[in-house]
Every structure is written in structure tokens, then in C-alpha cells.
């Protein structure tokens, strides 16, 4: 692959000692910028977030994982703000509503700090219990309106059974965008090419979901590049594959400061 490449949809899957290894793959593989996102299943997630956007501070969307319901979110949001994160990841599956009013003040913290909002949609293949129903797009129907000057992203084409909602929101809400994580995405991609013909491409942006850095078995992962363009030309989109890859991430960055 020859283009360079955004990749707004990873996880720190390394030991704070190897965060290079990460630097590494991206250059091998021209991906100019990654969104970095903490997951919950790692205490030091967030921890592994903040080593490499300090290690490549032009490079990466630092993004650290937050659960409304604990006490110290609000005040954590300020503070990772002051490390230079600009995009909160969430997991809404593990048992909230996002639109519950008891996490408005969460999400008003989050929108007067510039804070962009990337959130898994869909089935979550986790060992805590957890239900699509609270991961939805249209659970956040009410914050999109609500914060319009906030950025919102909704992984995995909204989910296999959100994936309707979401595209719909990308034709009707300016601040929607949906990134094209596997394996849901491959699903909506392959099942229900139509619907995703009709949503404008500028809001689709392009996620692996952490294929890097290298994992244990000695693969690299680069071939989900690959898998990332053929999925778009499959749909009759070769023409929007630079757009989706790089192009509408770039504008995205851009436009929210999601640098920091």
C-alpha cells in the first residue's frame, strides 16, 4: 500500500517498556496518525495511551478510556486534558445508557473541554456481561443535538444491529461520523451494501481496532490495511478509498484540534 494512512480506531496492546514497537510498525506501514484508545480490560490502559502520545506527540489522538459512573470521570476528564487528550473512548455495553441524565453533567465536562466522544457500538465480545441495547447510536441521539460543536464517532458502522441508526445520523447530524472497525463493519459491508452507498463517505472513517504492534504470534497485522481497501471497492467505492483511509480523518483532526 502505497497512500499514507490514519488509523482512528486502535489499543495500546503493549508493555510500557515496548511503546516504540508501535512507532515502529506505523512508519513501516506510512500510517501517519493513530487514535490511541484505552480499553477497560487493562488498568494501565490510559497509562499506555498517554506513554505514546508523550513519545509521538504529532502522531497520535491520545484516547483514554472513561466510565460515567465512576466518581472521579468529571474530574479526570480535566486531567488527562491537561496531558493532551482530546477524545474519550466508551463502552456503554457494560451496563449504562449514555443518554441517561445522571451522566449529562459527564458529557457537558466533556464538550466545554473540547473533548471529542468515539464510543463501541454493537456486540462486545467481553468476559464482564454486557447487552448491545445500551450501545446503540440512537442512545446518543440526545447528546449529538444536545453538543453539536462536539465530534462523535460511532465504531464498528454502529453495530450490526445499530448500523441503520448510525448511517442515518451521518446524513442528518453534521458532528456524526462512523468508523469502519471489524468485524462488525465487514458484516454491515457485506450484508447491507446499499444502506452504506447512502450515507456521504466524508463521515466514514477508517479503524483496525488494534492490529498493532506486532502481536505474539510474529504476524503484523498490516494485511487489515489491505482487507480495509478491498471492503470499500467492493461496495463500488475505489474511487473514495484515499477519503475513507486518510483524507476524511485528516479534516476531522483538523477541524476538532484533536492533537491537543
Avoid at 74 to 98: E, M, Q, S, T, W
Avoid at 169 to 178: D, E, G, I, S
Avoid at 181 to 192: I, N
Avoid at 200 to 229: K, S, V
Wanted: aromatic share 12%; proline share 6%.
Amino acid at each position: 500500500m502505497n497512500h499514507k494512512l490514519i488509523d482512528v480506531h486502535t489499543h495500546p496492546f503493549f508493555d510500557l517498556a515496548e511503546v516504540g514497537k508501535t512507532l515502529d510498525f506505523m512508519d513501516r506501514y506510512v500510517i501517519e496518525k493513530v487514535f490511541s484508545l484505552g480499553i477497560p480490560r487493562h488498568e494501565d490502559g490510559n497509562d499506555r495511551v498517554l506513554a505514546l502520545k508523550k513519545l509521538a506527540p504529532g502522531r497520535i489522538v491520545a484516547g483514554p478510556y472513561f466510565d460515567p459512573r465512576e466518581k472521579d470521570a468529571i474530574d479526570d476528564l480535566a486531567r488527562f486534558h491537561d496531558a493532551g487528550c482530546r477524545i474519550v473512548k466508551l463502552f456503554p455495553n457494560l451496563g449504562y445508557y449514555p443518554d441517561d441524565r445522571a451522566y449529562l453533567p459527564f458529557f457537558e465536562k466533556a464538550a466545554e473541554l473540547g473533548y471529542g466522544i468515539l464510543s463501541h457500538c454493537g456486540w462486545l465480545g467481553s468476559k464482564a456481561v454486557s447487552s448491545t441495547k445500551y450501545a446503540r447510536p440512537g442512545r446518543f441521539e440526545e447528546l449529538f443535538r444536545r453538543f453539536p460543536e462536539t465530534l462523535f464517532v460511532m465504531a464498528h458502522m454502529g453495530g450490526i444491529d445499530g448500523f441503520i441508526e448510525g448511517i442515518m445520523y451521518t446524513t442528518r447530524t453534521p458532528n456524526v461520523y462512523l468508523d469502519t472497525t471489524p468485524g462488525q463493519s465487514r458484516w454491515v459491508f457485506s450484508h447491507a451494501a446499499e444502506f452504506v452507498r447512502g450515507m456521504p463517505h466524508e463521515r466514514l472513517l477508517m479503524g483496525t481496532d488494534g492490529i498493532f504492534p506486532p502481536w505474539e504470534d510474529g504476524t503484523d497485522g498490516h494485511e487489515e490495511y489491505e482487507n480495509q481497501r478491498a471492503m470499500l471497492e467492493s461496495i463500488g467505492w475505489a474511487d473514495k478509498t484515499q477519503d475513507v483511509l486518510y483524507n476524511n480523518a485528516s479534516r476531522v483532526i483538523e477541524k476538532y484540534g484533536l492533537l491537543g
